[in-house]
């Protein structure tokens, strides 16, 4: 069964300290896994993708690592900012249809405090 | 930001009231989604488009229908509201891909609508 688990479910960090999220999968065949940022209240916005081959991408303060061999990856936050509170959601997309369909995981729920 | 739009962003009805939740896109994209999302649980789609005419039943069972009679425009409609649909409706779209299996199209999401059922 294809799944998408995160951890850790919620997470509380001081302003302008580091964390990391973790996102293991099980979907297969793989084609690219995404951060999603999703702001209470709004939709869900990409923050990476990253495809097979791909093991770290960076896009500002987030950096995202990709071990297609254990089939996890992580979403590091540096320096965070209180605008940095929303939820974090790892999304998986397959290879077997045309659709691409999207895995989900949970999400895990970030709070900074100042 | 993206341009996909919903609405209302937040509904309040009563038990029986048909319903109908609108979705536009101004990207051109063909493919369009429709998630559900309880507090704390993973997105589930719920039904799909890809492309006018083309309407799909997604992984969750809903009682509600889609329609694509338009590129841009992709609404959900509940015949007979409950309690039960009390949830976040979030629209997405993407853009076609037909050159691969599978897909690197990012999906772009609405605000969603908050709706609650009394």
């Known amino acids: 069964k294809n799944q998408v688990e995160q951890s850790p479910q919620s997470l509380i960090i001081l302003e302008g300290k580091n964390c990391t999220l973790q996102?293991?999968?099980?979907?297969?065949?793989?084609?690219?896994l995404r951060w999603y940022k999703q702001d209470t209240g709004r939709g869900p916005v990409s923050l990476t993708i990253m495809t097979f081959s791909e093991n770290t991408k960076s896009n500002g303060r987030y950096t995202a690592t990709l071990d297609a061999d254990t089939k996890q990856s992580s979403l590091h936050i540096t320096a965070s900012q209180l605008s940095d509170s929303a939820s974090y959601i790892c999304v998986v997309s397959d290879r077997g249809s045309t659709l691409g369909r999207l895995y989900f995981g949970r999400g895990t729920q970030l709070t900074v405090w100042p | 930001e993206a341009d996909i739009y919903q609405t209302p962003r937040y509904l309040v009805i009563g038990t029986g009231k048909k319903i109908t939740l609108e979705c536009s896109q101004t990207m051109g994209h063909d493919k369009m989604y429709w998630y559900q999302q309880d507090p704390g649980m993973e997105l589930h789609l719920i039904h799909y488009s890809y492309g006018v005419n083309s309407t799909e039943k997604g992984d969750l069972s809903s009682e509600s229908t889609v329609s694509r009679i338009r590129t841009e425009h992709f609404p959900l409609t509940l015949e007979s509201a409950r309690p039960s649909h009390t949830s976040q409706y979030l629209c997405a779209s993407s853009e076609w891909n037909s050159g691969s299996s599978g897909s690197n199209n990012e999906q772009f999401f609405g605000p969603g609508t908050r709706l609650t059922v009394l």
């Open positions: 996102c293991n999968y099980t979907v297969s065949p793989f084609s690219n």
